[in-house]
C-alpha cells in the first residue's frame, strides 16, 4: 500500500521560503505522478505542482499563482517529491499535502500524505 509522508511546513514571514518533502514507500514507481496541492479553510484543494517522469527527464507543471516562485523535484531514488517555495505570501497559507497518481490502463488511483500546515505571516 503506498504511504506518503509529508514534512517541512511551518510558519514562515512573508519574503521567506520553506521547502516540503514527500517520502513516499510502497512500491512507487517512477512513472508515477507526484505532485504537492494545497487547501486553504473554506476553500477546495487546489494542484500547486505536479511533476512526471520520462527516462531521466521530468516534468513540472506550476499553478498560475505559484510559477516563478516554487520549484517541484522529484529524487527517484529516494521516492521522494521536494517543494521549493520561495518568496511566500500571505496566500500561500493553507495545509499542504502531497499527491501520487497512478495510471493504467483500466484506472487511475490518487494517493495522498496527511498534509502539512504553512502559515505565511505578514
Known amino acids: 500500500q503506498v504511504q506518503l509522508v509529508e514534512s517541512g511546513g511551518g510558519l514562515v514571514q512573508a519574503g521567506g521560503s520553506l521547502r516540503l518533502s514527500c517520502a513516499g514507500s510502497g512500491g512507487i514507481s517512477s512513472i508515477d505522478a507526484m505532485g504537492w496541492y494545497r487547501q486553504a479553510p473554506g476553500m477546495q484543494r487546489e494542484l500547486v505542482a505536479r511533476?512526471?517522469?520520462?527516462?531521466?527527464?521530468?516534468?513540472?507543471n506550476y499553478a498560475d499563482s505559484v510559477k516563478g516562485r516554487f520549484t517541484i523535484s522529484r529524487d527517484n531514488s529516494k521516492n521522494t517529491v521536494y517543494l521549493q517555495m520561495n518568496s511566500l505570501k500571505p496566500e500561500d497559507t493553507a495545509v499542504y499535502y502531497c499527491?501520487?497518481?497512478?495510471?493504467?490502463?483500466?484506472?487511475?488511483?490518487?494517493?495522498w500524505g496527511q498534509g502539512t500546515q504553512v502559515t505565511v505571516s505578514s
Open positions: 511533476i512526471t517522469s520520462s527516462g531521466s527527464t521530468n516534468y513540472a
Open positions: 499527491n501520487l497518481e497512478r495510471r493504467n490502463l483500466i484506472k487511475t488511483s490518487n494517493y
